[in-house]
């Protein structure tokens, strides 16, 4: 090194000479990491081109940092360390803003801790030192290994090089991002071996203990209250393109439901960073050091183009909540417009998390033309290998062997065509809710707040309507004390003034549900004059009242449309703008109660055959339910209900609803996907079924309207 200067800083010396006049030059090594420009990724990229610089003295080098330079501070952590080295953070190179590559001439490639290149790169990378998935974009040599740092590979072959002494400034930039990222080699399931070994030689070249190094790291990166939540966001931001969509991860050393509680306008600035970037989808990877917790929160941008599904958030929470893995619970329902899930397993982090929501989001195997055609044994379940043992789950033996007990012909079929890799599916999806079955019990099944929850003991129901209550509907008057109880918000249907089928312009939005307030609480001598109405069902042998005023706004989810020609077969109108939105406070009631009186209205009607007409359109945003349950409502649909159920027909589907089915693979009859259709238009729908008695919400027209326009168009005389 020349005298007075460091390594890194003569490094860098260099390299912007070379940024002046490259015209000059032979051979030009480029060193670049990824776009997050985290820890790891800026000193893998200085470290391996200090040792090119070494190796080929004769050739340029040239490191670059992948962000804008305004971004590279607000990395709290590389701030500090690069001040403990005495390395200026002014003098990084920053790519693209100041670097044309097309004005280099041939310059050589290497990409560190990533291996999907801007494309500007691309007809350059000559080699990638990465411990991501290999996404094979690029045919080059490549050193990619599942460690828990990029920086431990970059160590790797700076220590094996007989011909390169070390320096300190390099050493120890290289064990700052094997601890920060293995959290000090404690990790669980982020550390490996060759982490460990890759520490325990760089030591000796460091003149700081490994303990006072993280906690210095550690500290500096969870300082983030100088910074604005845009700054948070954009601190440690990576961009991902999942087929037709681009997709931001975001890094954030908080937890999402803190920054709800503690900031202002922290969903306007989702929103507006969002829209900075182009984003169709944004996933908050959220941690907390003590005590350790992660936190996964999507969020969509409103206002995106029409061919953007309005869903990805479900899709992509359905995906998450079957991953064994990870173990993601829902938590902060209604706290902002997206969806929050607390992680089981804190090990995991965004290098395995990025590769599972991008995989969602990548709908090949769905066909688009309305109709059902993907036959189900292709259709992929997204998890990671089976962890499950069978032989070691007694009781989730027994309530599979119950479950089976149980099946009607269409179940018993699908289990003997069933092959292994399915079989371990069903039992890692059986696994998944028995996991979160207690909490799901606690608040789907027990209905009545003046009794204990108690989890089903039978995944198999019958459900049928005990007593007759309503006035006009015949049914009789019965009251019950009941602690907090809500009033329900006046109608969901929305105000759309159509005067004919051909003057709609703009899909209908849903209003906002208010919160609502609670009904009085009733003496026991009032009860006899109580004018609320009760519905009864038996799930499972046990007991079940529904509510029909806890529910009236939702009531008209179901109604009868008529029955099919001159037969028995009976037709069920289900809309989905009447579910009940998420930011209600007892939306998991809400949704229990609206299920079950689904269930009872079905019941009811038919006798023999019929049909099912679900209207996804018009749904309220963040409306749908998780896949635990659509899981557990499916096992609570009666046997005769199943098997005599001839036709599901789904206008206007969703990703969502696409995603939910193909999730839904490991618990549904092979059977079930034969009566599954997918149906783009109402006037596709007409030729399947009369709509003469069935009354079409508004809003599924507005849907109708806008997507089929020419289904609307009238010829002039």
Not at 142 to 149: D, K, L, Q, W
Not at 355 to 376: A, E, K, M, N, W
Not at 538 to 549: A, C, S, V
Not at 557 to 573: F, K, P, R, S, W
Request: glycine share 4%; with cysteine; charged share 25%.
């Amino acid at each position: 090194d020349q005298e007075g200067m460091s390594a890194i800083e003569e490094l860098l010396q260099k390299a912007h000479e070379i940024i002046r006049q490259p015209e000059e030059l032979n051979t030009i090594r480029i060193v670049i990491g990824n776009e997050s420009c985290d820890l790891d990724s800026t000193s893998c990229l200085l470290a391996l081109s200090h040792f090119l610089f070494k190796k080929y003295p004769s050739d340029s080098i040239l490191p670059l940092v992948h962000c804008h330079r305004e971004d590279l501070p607000l990395r709290q952590d590389i701030v500090w360390l690069f001040k403990h080295l005495n390395i200026d953070l002014t003098q990084l190179i920053h790519f693209p803003e100041e670097v044309e590559i097309s004005k280099l001439p041939d310059p050589q490639v290497t990409l560190v801790d990533h291996n999907v290149p801007d494309e500007t790169l691309c007809p350059h990378v000559t080699e990638i030192i990465d411990h991501h998935d290999d996404a094979q974009t690029i045919r080059c040599p490549r050193t990619i290994e599942p460690v828990g740092s990029c920086a431990t590979l970059v160590g790797e072959r700076l220590l094996t090089d007989k011909e390169y002494e070390i320096p300190e400034e390099v050493a120890t930039l290289l064990l700052a991002a094997i601890l920060a990222d293995t959290a000090n080699l404690l990790g669980e399931g982020r550390v490996t071996e060759k982490d460990k070994y890759i520490a325990s030689l760089l030591v000796h070249h460091v003149s700081i203990t490994t303990d006072e190094l993280y906690n210095q790291i550690s500290t500096a990166r969870y300082n983030i209250s100088d910074l604005s939540t845009l700054q948070l966001l954009r601190a440690d931001f990576k961009i991902s393109q999942a087929g037709d969509y681009q997709l931001g991860f975001c890094t954030i050393r908080s937890l999402i439901t803190k920054l709800v509680t503690e900031r202002d306008n922290v969903e306007q600035d989702l929103m507006l960073f969002s829209h900075q970037n182009n984003l169709h989808l944004l996933v908050l990877l959220c941690i907390q050091m003590k005590p350790l917790r992660r936190q996964i929160a999507l969020y969509q941008p409103p206002d995106l183009p029409p061919d953007i599904p309005q869903d990805l958030v479900d899709s992509v929470a359905a995906t998450l909540e079957t991953d064994s893995e990870l173990q993601v619970e829902r938590v902060g329902e209604g706290m902002f417009d997206g969806i929050v899930l607390e992680q089981g397993n804190t090990s995991i982090s965004r290098k395995q998390i990025l590769p599972i929501v991008t995989r969602c989001l990548h709908h090949d195997d769905f066909d688009t033309s309305g109709s059902y055609l993907i036959s189900p044994d292709h259709i992929p379940v997204i998890t990671h290998k089976l962890t499950v043992e069978e032989d070691k789950d007694d009781n989730l033996k027994k309530e599979l062997t119950k479950e089976k007990k149980n099946l009607d012909d269409e179940d018993i079929e699908r289990d003997k065509e069933e092959d292994e890799s399915q079989r371990g599916s069903l039992l890692q999806l059986e696994s998944i809710s028995a996991r979160l079955g207690e909490s799901m019990d606690s608040f789907a099944l027990a209905q009545d707040s003046d009794q204990a929850p108690s989890p089903l003991s039978s995944h198999n129901s019958s459900v049928f309507n005990i007593n007759d209550r309503s006035g006009s509907m015949g049914e009789d008057k019965q009251s019950t004390r009941q602690e907090d109880e809500t009033r329900p918000p006046p109608p969901l249907e929305p105000i759309i003034d159509i005067i004919s089928p051909h003057e709609i312009s703009s899909p209908a939005v849903l209003p906002t549900q208010s919160e609502i307030p609670p009904i009085p609480e009733y003496l026991p001598d009032e009860e006899t004059q109580d004018t609320r109405d009760f519905r009864y069902v038996l799930i499972d042998g046990e007991e079940k009242r529904i509510n029909l005023k806890f529910i009236e706004s939702y009531r008209p989810i179901v109604q009868h449309g008529g029955y099919l020609g001159n037969e028995q077969t009976a037709v069920i109108i289900i809309s989905a703008c009447y579910l009940p939105p998420k930011s209600l406070h007892n939306y998991p009631q809400m949704i229990s109660q609206t299920f079950f009186y689904v269930l009872s209205v079905v019941d009811k009607l038919v006798v023999d055959d019929y049909i099912i007409v679900y209207l996804h359109s018009g749904a309220p945003r963040n409306s749908m339910p998780g896949i635990q349950w659509f899981h557990r409502f499916y096992r609570m649909i009666d046997r005769r209900l199943r098997k005599h159920l001839k036709h599901l027909y789904i206008v206007h589907p969703s990703f969502w609803v696409k995603t939910m089915f193909r999730l839904a693979r490991p618990f549904i009859s092979r059977k079930f996907y034969r009566k599954l259709h997918y149906i783009s238009s109402l006037q596709l729908l007409s030729t399947h079924v009369s709509l003469d008695q069935v009354v079409i919400p508004q809003v599924v027209q507005s849907v109708d309207q806008n997507l089929n326009p020419e289904d609307y168009q009238t010829s002039t005389s």
